[in-house]
């Protein structure tokens, strides 16, 4: 329930500042008549991604038990290839964020049918942030069965709204900075985690039957059967006796992701919203 619940609180946080950035700048600006557009952008990526989850989670249940397990494989390499470049994209541009939007929704409103052309900037601004949601979601619904992670999704999704309309009303100050930052380390623990489940997967799906000896036993320690063991678990991918290809991937991701995180960024002059 925790890691449904950070990262839909992450990536709900993502899209609201985004929002409300762009929605403070068109006040500022005197252009409050463009805030439909903004929002019809929202709603139809919001509407998008939803339609999407719903319609994966539906037709992945009716395969057979290896495509079964493929499907989670391959999600969960999705899952970890976005969940990484979404916390190496924060980390490039959280500097200057509010600059390029600005600049963009100014780009946006000077083409001819303005208000599609803001339509359609927010709507993938949104759509990203969405999209990165249901894969990872995917990909945690399939690892933790239950009603849990769905609750924990929407209650990250309703506190990201709620400080997004505190942000835009001016009611709170978040050091956002911080915020992502250890936000980011967290995720990243939690790809690594996915990364080793997706191999696991491909091994019970018969496409990966290399270096499968037990690498170590920590049953006997801490059991997956344990409270602890159950939390490590759910949130990043803790097995009591993982093979060995699984902890090699686990440490061959998140070392080097580690240390390109805690690398300094080069400062760039403006940083595009993708």
């Known amino acids: 329930m925790f890691v449904p619940f950070l990262i839909m609180l992450r990536e709900g946080l993502e899209a609201a500042l ?14 409050t008549k463009w805030f439909p557009a903004l929002w019809a952008g929202v709603f139809i990526a919001a509407a998008l991604c939803l339609a999407l989850g719903i319609v994966i989670n539906e037709t992945s249940g009716e395969f057979p038990q290896k495509q079964q397990e493929l499907f989670e494989g391959i999600v969960a390499l999705i899952a970890v290839v976005i969940l990484t470049s979404m916390v190496f994209w924060m980390r490039k541009v959280a500097r200057n964020i509010k600059g390029a939007l600005e600049l963009a929704v ?9 208000g599609l052309a803001l339509v359609l900037m927010v709507f993938l601004a949104v759509a990203r942030e969405g999209l990165e ?22 209650l990250g999704l309703a506190t990201a709204i709620v400080l997004g309309m505190l942000l835009y009303w001016g009611g709170i100050r978040l050091n ?38 037990i690498a170590f036993d920590l049953s006997h320690v801490l059991s997956t059967h344990s409270l602890f063991g159950t939390l490590l678990e759910g949130v990043l991918g803790y097995q009591e006796a993982p093979s060995v290809s699984e902890v090699a991937v686990y440490l061959l991701y998140l070392i080097p992701a580690l240390l390109l995180f805690f690398t300094p960024a080069r400062p760039t002059p403006s940083a595009a919203v993708r």
Request: glycine share 8%; hydrophobic share 55%.
């Open 133 to 154: 949601s249901v894969f990872f979601l995917l990909a945690a619904f399939t690892q933790d069965v239950g009603n849990a992670p769905p609750v924990g999704a929407v």
């Open 106 to 114: 100014d780009q946006a409103l000077m083409k001819q049918g303005s």
């Open 18 to 31: 985004i929002v409300s950035l762009i929605a403070s700048y068109l006040k500022r600006t005197q252009r």
């Open 176 to 213: 956002l900075a911080t915020f992502f930052r250890w936000t980011s380390i967290f995720i990243l623990f939690v790809a690594a985690g996915l990364a080793a489940g997706a191999i696991r997967a491909f091994h019970e799906a018969g496409l990966w039957n290399h270096f499968q000896r």
